[in-house]
């Protein structure tokens, strides 16, 4: 990944973070190369955009990055649209920061 690329950010208040970063990872590892631990993961896209992870007791912390701004507004739309789906027993408020 290029250090330049747009990139936004958000962090989901939830006490499952390490369980929707392991669904999320596990879902998206049967198409691409994902890396995950119960604390952090990285789910490559393509070669212009990625995911990362970061899990903590009270929150899921997303930082997504991809070369074109309008690709990042469609990454943006299906993580949150992933995420919520894993999380149907909670209200959770995701919102990207650019």
């Given at each position: 990944m290029e250090f330049d690329m747009p990139v936004s950010t958000s962090t989901v208040a939830t006490a499952h973070?390490?369980?929707?970063?392991q669904q999320l990872c596990k879902h998206w590892s049967h198409r691409?190369?994902?890396e995950f631990t119960?604390?952090?993961?990285?789910?490559?896209?393509?070669d212009t955009a990625e995911l990362t992870f970061a899990a903590d007791p009270g929150a899921l912390?997303?930082?997504?990055?991809a070369a074109?701004?309008?690709?990042l507004e469609r990454y943006e739309t299906v993580v949150a649209?992933?995420?919520?789906?894993?999380?149907?027993?909670?209200?959770?408020?995701?919102t990207w920061n650019a």
């Open positions: 973070a390490s369980k929707y970063l691409f190369a994902v119960a604390e952090i993961g990285r789910v490559p896209f393509s912390s997303l930082t997504l990055s074109d701004p309008s690709q649209d992933h995420l919520k789906r894993f999380a149907f027993r909670e209200e959770l408020d995701i």
